[in-house]
């Protein structure tokens, strides 16, 4: 579904307005004179930062509770299961934004089109990982994500 972001950004900006599906994507601000600003957002950018966070690749094979591998029951944050799995929906959710103003752009970004229904299936795993938690399946997610991941980051890193 649609979503739009709206708030009070400066006694000089009227309004800022971000939303995912309509004529224009990202930031646009309104100045107290009327005039608008166009500001993209970064959804690449986005998603290749916390692909890369040190703490996600820890689990790039699932839990394992070796020193440095990704721990079942992590302290105060860090790496872990639900940490792992919030990252790479957060790193997905940014893919799929960019595949939605790709397409309002209609710039035909042909890497990030035919990875869709990956990008999709990682999300929905996801989302069923969320209503059954079983560890095991952890490790087949993270793998996909990041394979998915090394396949775009070409393309990401020109965005």
Known sequence: PPWHFA????PAFAMAKFY?????????VAPADG?????PVPFAQAALWAAELPALRLCDFGVDDRQDGCP????????????????W??????LRALLAADEARRSGFSALLSARDSILALLNAIDRLMQMPIVAQLADITRTARQLMNNLRPSLEIQ
């Open 20 to 28: 995912v599906r309509g004529v224009a994507l990202g930031l646009a």
């Open 35 to 39: 005039a608008t600003m166009a500001l």
């Open 89 to 94: 929906r957060y790193v997905l959710n940014n």
């Open 7 to 10: 708030a009070c950004v400066a």
């Open 72 to 87: 079942a029951q992590p302290e105060h944050g860090g790496a872990g299961f639900l940490s792992t799995v919030f990252t």
